[in-house]
């Protein structure tokens, strides 16, 4: 069985600064890593994924994501944050060839300070 | 094209009732995976459907159950509700056999008073 940790439960940052949210799992077998954000009353959309490759991934907006094996470990970082960026961040895993279950961390919520 | 639809979006039920909740998955999209988020025990894997057959389920009791359709669309139902089942029920649909990217409904809002 897998499990995903979320060291920061609430992450407060000043606009424009950089922020860094950590993530950490545990599995017996390879996985996939997700970042999902989620804003007020909405599903979740997801960020970015690890699925192989280059072990530095980045989204559109700015985000980037580094799955580093041997910490186990997918922390997700952006230099510059901006008032949008307030929402709250969930990093999951899936375990490869064995469905579609995602495993969840508890979630951090990003408050993006003027 | 269109994204994961789930109806209701809000719903208010008593003790003791039933109710089943419905996710429409992306065109071709074979898979649906439900979830539940509540404050205290944050998102938990409910169950997977793939091509109509039950492929995962999570740790709920069996007052939990649900079902896919040959057109891929998904029901989740609750018996004998609980107050402790008001959460937020998430629908994901993803394409094929392995999880490479799930998407999300915006969800229903389930509260039991």
């Known amino acids: 069985a897998q499990s995903v940790t979320q060291l920061d439960s609430q992450v407060p940052v000043f606009e424009e600064a950089p922020v860094e949210l950590r993530c950490n799992y545990s599995?017996?077998?390879?996985?996939?890593l997700f970042w999902y954000v989620q804003y007020p009353n909405q599903g979740l959309q997801l960020l970015l994924k690890?699925?192989?490759?280059?072990?530095l991934v980045e989204s559109i907006n700015g985000f980037e994501a580094e799955f580093n094996k041997s910490q186990t470990s997918f922390h997700l970082r952006k230099p510059s944050v901006h008032i949008s960026d307030t929402a709250e961040y969930f990093c999951?895993?899936?375990?490869?060839?064995?469905?579609?279950?995602?495993?969840f961390g508890g979630g951090t919520r990003v408050l993006v300070k003027p | 094209k269109a994204g994961v639809t789930q109806t209701p979006r809000y719903l208010i039920k008593t003790r003791g009732q039933q109710v089943t909740l419905s996710c429409s998955p992306i065109?071709?999209?074979?898979?649906v995976s439900w979830y539940q988020q509540t404050p205290g025990q944050g998102l938990q894997f409910l169950f997977e459907?793939?091509?109509?057959?039950?492929?995962n389920k999570g740790n709920f009791p069996g007052r939990f159950s649900g079902r896919q359709f040959s057109n891929s669309r998904s029901e989740m139902n609750v018996s004998t509700l609980e107050l402790g089942d008001s959460a937020l029920y998430l629908c994901?649909?993803?394409?094929?056999?392995?999880?490479?990217?799930?998407?999300f409904g915006q969800g229903t809002r389930l509260t039991v008073v």
């Open positions: 065109s071709g999209h074979r898979s």
């Open positions: 599995s017996s077998v390879s996985v996939y």
């Open positions: 690890y699925l192989s490759g280059s072990t």
């Open positions: 999951a895993v899936s375990e490869r060839a064995a469905g579609n279950k995602l495993t």
């Open positions: 459907y793939f091509s109509e057959t039950q492929r």
């Open positions: 994901a649909s993803v394409s094929g056999v392995e999880n490479t990217e799930a998407f």
